[in-house]
Nanobody
Framework: QVQLVESGGGLVQAGGSLRLSCAAS????????MGWFRQAPGKERAFVAA????????YYADSVKGRFTISRDNAKNTVYLQMNSLKPEDTAVYYC???????????WGRGTQVTVSS
C-alpha cells in the first residue's frame, strides 16, 4: 500500500508560480513512475505530467508544456510539480499518482487545491 500526500497548493495570481510536492510512504518509491493529474470544477480528471522511475524523459499534457516541470527526488520519496506562468484555467485540484503495476495508476493522493486568479 502506497500513501501519497500532496502539498503546496494555494491561491496565486495569473502569471505567478507554485511548486507542488507529493511525498510517498513507500521505500520502493524509486522503482515506479509518478504522475500529476488535475480536476477542474465540473470536469473530469485530466493528465498533467509524468516521470519515470529513473527520472528519465518526462512527458506533459500539451496545455502545460513549457510552463510546468515535473521532477523527483528518490532519496526523499518525493515528486514535485513546478508550475510557472499560471493561468486561471490551471485552477483545479491537483493529484499525484503512482504507477506501481506499470499498466495503470494504482495509488492516488487526496489532492491539493490550486486557484489562479485573473
Amino acid at each position: 500500500q502506497v500513501q501519497l500526500v500532496e502539498s503546496g497548493g494555494g491561491l496565486v495570481q495569473a502569471g505567478g508560480s507554485l511548486r507542488l510536492s507529493c511525498a510517498a510512504s513507500e521505500r520502493t518509491f524509486s522503482t515506479y513512475a509518478m504522475g500529476w493529474f488535475r480536476q477542474a470544477p465540473g470536469k473530469e480528471r485530466a493528465f498533467v505530467a509524468a516521470i519515470p522511475s529513473n527520472s528519465g524523459s518526462a512527458y506533459y499534457a500539451d496545455s502545460v508544456k513549457g510552463r510546468f516541470t515535473i521532477s523527483r527526488d528518490n532519496a526523499k520519496n518525493t515528486v514535485y510539480l513546478q508550475m510557472n506562468s499560471l493561468k486561471p484555467e490551471d485552477t483545479a485540484v491537483y493529484y499525484c499518482a503512482a504507477k506501481v503495476t506499470v499498466i495503470k495508476w494504482d495509488y492516488w493522493g487526496r489532492g491539493t487545491q490550486v486557484t489562479v486568479s485573473s
